[in-house]
């Protein structure tokens, strides 16, 4: 069975060690009766290593972010094997919050291959920042698709997990969330462009998951009708109640 994946990505937030020790252990001991589901905590760097060796199989380590460099003199950077010996199996790269302050796709693809090397699965964001009348939005994303894995082969993008995140949706209240059919079109369409390099079978193994403005009203209309792998959630994820009601419900499809 495919289990959905419902990352929470913690951002620059929270404030103290002791909320984040607080909100892991209310999440994580809710996962274990999770059938269907696998979390995917992502704290902020500071915040990693206090949950080192502390993933398991319902309620994984992830990072925000990653360098592009293996090893070297990179002041304030964090490389793929720190988050590994630290337990982290997940890390997103390319989030619209990093690319907005000049993270490239040339470097999101470098991190890729570090991250593959050192057996962290790549969570590669990709997401538009406007929904234009004329479709430019589908070239958007066909690009950054593209342009990220153009080095990768099949076998090396089915280690990955695409996060579909419309810019214009996320940190908004549920209303300002992209509408189930609309994300279903683009999950097709996502499918479609890696089909045409990959082929239609290693496409659909590919998870590939919405986020933006997630909450607990929204989230089974999300995943059912945007037919989507799972959910990449923000704010939601720092309020380890309405978080855990949202992983039980998807539990349910
Ligand atoms: P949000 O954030 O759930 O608060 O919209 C999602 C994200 O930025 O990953």
């Given at each position: 069975m495919k289990k959905k994946y419902i990352i929470g990505n913690?951002?620059?937030?929270?404030?103290?060690v002791s909320e984040a020790r607080r909100i892991f252990s209310d999440i994580k001991k809710k996962?274990?009766?999770?059938?269907k589901v696998l979390v995917v905590i992502a704290p902020s760097f500071g915040h990693v290593g206090l949950f080192e060796?502390?993933?398991?199989?319902s309620c994984a380590l992830g990072a925000q972010d990653v360098f592009?460099?293996?090893?070297?003199?990179?002041?304030?950077q964090v490389s793929a094997g720190q988050l590994s010996s630290l337990g982290v199996t997940y890390c997103i790269v390319g989030h619209s919050a990093k690319r907005a302050i000049g993270e490239t796709d040339e470097e999101i693809a470098k991190k890729i291959s570090l991250l593959l090397k050192a057996k962290i699965t790549p969570v590669v964001c990709i997401g538009e920042s406007v929904r234009d009348v004329h479709g430019e939005y589908l070239a958007i994303l066909e690009n950054q698709i593209k342009a990220v894995f153009?080095?990768?082969?099949g076998d090396e993008v089915k280690k990955c997990i695409i996060a579909y995140e419309p810019i214009w949706a996320i940190?908004?209240?549920?209303?300002g969330a992209m509408k189930p059919t609309d994300i279903h079109e683009t999950m097709l369409f996502i499918r479609k462009i890696l089909s045409q390099k990959y082929g239609k079978e290693d496409a659909f193994v590919v998870p590939v998951l919405y986020g933006g403005s997630v909450d607990e009203t929204n989230a089974l209309s999300v995943v059912?009708?945007?037919?989507?792998?799972g959910l990449l959630i923000g704010?939601?994820?720092?309020k380890a109640e309405s978080f855990n009601a949202i992983t039980r419900l998807i539990d349910t499809i």
């Open positions: 913690w951002k620059m937030y929270p404030d103290t996962t274990s009766l999770l059938k060796g502390k993933g398991t199989k592009y460099e293996e090893k070297g003199s990179f002041t304030g153009a080095r990768y082969s940190g908004k209240n549920s209303g059912k009708e945007g037919m989507v792998d704010r939601e994820s720092l």
